[in-house]
């Protein structure tokens, strides 16, 4: 594919979704059942805008039915599903109307809140629209007028959807059909914070007003291992801590509990509501201020301010009998920087942590939504 997007600094390839790929898979199946004509490429429309002319993998052309597959191309955008093949099998049927079914590899829904019928397949509506559409144009154009089955499958996607949020959202066996523009653009963050939508959407759906959240594997690992929680129910933020507030709030939570690494939430302190190096690393300058207004002196600052990392910071603020005023001034400035940005409208907490020293501060509120989360568990 070659559309391109200016991405700080940088010329990054546009790919295509999983949900043109089953588009484009169906449209050319359904072509040739209906015409018995093989076709070399096949051409969609996409709601960006876009014309995509894809070619067809794998043809099986039987009487009844029709099977090939469109490989997918994430572009310059990391995805699991980069190179793997979206199938589609058309079959003729007596039955008016198109019916879409889900084949292996394809996941279905077991929880309520997410955009696809429970028990159905993991097929998003806006692709469902874009096979739909197609479909309905090769069956006008042949002058068919009966029904066609079409059952879109992954072969690939039992494993990759392993490595995806997919089984916590309650999608089991394989991948979900994806996209709302056809196009996968290369802005990895965008796809990030959606994706932490649909988490927290799951989980209002469900009727859970009190939110658990962690940044990504670290906290994962430690809030499971080592606080002993549940973590079926948790949310992702990745870096995103200003739209997750924001989303929170929004969803109508009651609480959240954000458990994260020092590297990321010391930045908290400092109301820096991105996480990620590019926008921001205030870690050491603001460690090194309350170590000076705890007494520290200034040769004390200035090595902190040199520390690579937190664990390094908090090795020094142990030698000199000062880490016990610094964390708290760390966890009292998050507690400010968090409880502002929801407007004091849900009760916020944060528990921050290293992997070499443990827990090493929390909030006030923190003590209590842990209990609260614990209680859940034993009750569940």
């Not at 309905?136 to 499958?153: D, F, N, P």
């Not at 090595?303 to 603020?317: A, F, H, R, S, W």
Request: hydrophobic share 40%; charged share 25%; aromatic share 6%.
């Amino acid at each position: 594919m070659e559309e391109y997007q200016i991405s700080q600094g940088k010329r990054l390839r546009c790919g295509y979704t999983t949900g043109s790929c089953a588009t484009a898979a169906a449209k050319a199946a359904a072509v040739m059942l209906l015409t018995g004509k093989r076709v070399d490429f096949v051409q969609i429309d996409t709601p960006k805008g876009i014309i995509l002319n894809l070619e067809p993998e794998e043809a099986v052309i039987t009487e009844m039915s029709v099977t090939c597959a469109i490989r997918k191309d994430s572009g310059d955008d990391p995805d699991d599903t980069n190179g793997i093949l979206i199938y589609a099998t058309v079959e003729k049927t007596a039955e008016k109307g198109i019916n879409l079914l889900g084949g292996i590899g394809i996941g279905y829904v077991t929880k309520p809140g997410l955009a696809c019928t429970v028990d159905g397949p993991a097929i998003n509506p806006t692709p469902r629209k874009m096979i739909v559409y197609e479909l309905e144009k090769v069956m006008k154009s042949a002058g068919y007028e009966q029904g066609l089955r079409v059952t879109i499958s992954a072969p690939e996607g039992v494993e990759i959807a392993k490595k995806t949020f997919n089984p916590r959202l309650g999608i089991l066996g394989g991948i979900s059909i994806l996209g709302t523009s056809g196009i996968v653009e290369p802005m990895s963050e965008k796809a990030l914070i959606e994706t932490m939508y649909v988490e927290i959407d799951a989980q209002a759906a469900s009727g859970n007003k009190n939110l658990l959240v962690f940044f990504g594997n670290y906290g994962a690992d430690f809030t499971r291992d080592t606080l002993g929680f549940n973590i079926d129910d948790a949310v992702t933020c990745s870096n995103f801590v200003g739209e997750l507030l924001d989303y929170a709030v929004y969803k109508g939570f009651e609480t959240l509990l954000l458990i994260g690494h020092s590297g990321k939430l010391v930045k908290l302190g400092q109301g820096v509501m991105n996480t990620h190096s590019k926008y921001a690393d205030c870690r050491t300058e603001l460690m090194a201020l309350l170590a000076l207004l705890a007494g520290a002196k200034v040769e004390v600052g200035k090595e902190i301010i040199g520390c690579p990392t937190t664990d390094e910071v908090v090795k020094i603020l142990q030698r000199e009998n000062i880490f016990e005023e610094v964390i708290s001034g760390v966890t009292e400035r998050i507690d400010f920087y968090m409880q502002h940005r929801v407007h004091g409208k849900i009760k916020t907490a944060a528990l921050m942590f290293s992997n070499v020293y443990g827990i090493l501060g929390k909030t006030a509120a923190a003590d209590e939504l842990i209990k609260l989360h614990l209680k859940d568990k034993q009750e569940g």
